[in-house]
């Protein structure tokens, strides 16, 4: 009988070892999957403004295009929070205070974190939508300099960056 229960463990344990390298996996896949959908919304925004612009010089004389600042985004009819570059204006007031709040739990954690950890940390709950919208926030940060992505899906405050305002 010992027996069994040995080998029915030792099949335990590899299907325990195979569940953890499919979760490492899925957080790769996650991560580019992530990375392709902000390409493709950049381009997107690339040429919604390309047209825009050459609607302009089409433009009907006598009848401006609405300003920029009237018109809004197609997201719940709020407008874009934009996220400087940390190069050009280093100030953590220039940053939404969405992305401050991400700063300041990245900051109190002292160490790097993953998006579900953020969104825990916040109080969004851990459903797909949340964590994918937090994966979003944190991938634009590394790409504006605010943090550091020292491992696929973990992300932690660049160096020199401060979570909180002096």
Same mark, same amino acid.
């Given at each position: 009988m010992g027996s069994v229960l040995e080998r029915l463990a030792a099949?335990?344990?590899?299907?325990?070892?195979r569940i953890e390298e499919i979760?490492?996996?899925i957080a790769v896949l996650a991560c580019e999957l992530s990375q392709a959908e902000a390409e493709l919304e950049r381009l997107r925004i690339g040429r919604q403004v390309l047209t825009e612009m @050459?609607?302009?010089? &089409?433009? #009907?004389?006598?009848?401006? #295009?609405?300003?920029?600042a009237a018109r809004a985004s197609k997201r719940d009819g709020r407008r874009w929070q934009t996220v400087p570059h940390?190069?050009?204006?280093?100030?953590?007031a220039s940053l939404p205070q969405s992305y401050r709040d991400v700063l300041e739990a990245m900051e109190d954690?002292?160490?790097?974190?993953?998006?579900v950890d953020l969104c825990r940390s916040l109080g969004l709950g851990v459903k797909a939508a949340a964590t994918e919208?937090?994966?979003?926030? @944190?991938?634009? @940060? &590394?790409?504006r300099g605010w943090c550091v992505s020292p491992e696929t899906g973990r992300y932690a405050l660049a160096p020199g960056v401060a979570g909180r305002m002096p």
């Open positions: 099949r335990e344990q590899a299907a325990s070892g979760r490492e996996q @050459l609607a302009e010089d &089409v433009e #009907p004389a006598g009848i401006a #295009p609405p300003a920029p940390r190069s050009d204006d280093p100030d953590l954690a002292d160490q790097s974190l993953r998006s919208a937090m994966r979003g926030k @944190l991938n634009r @940060l &590394v790409e």
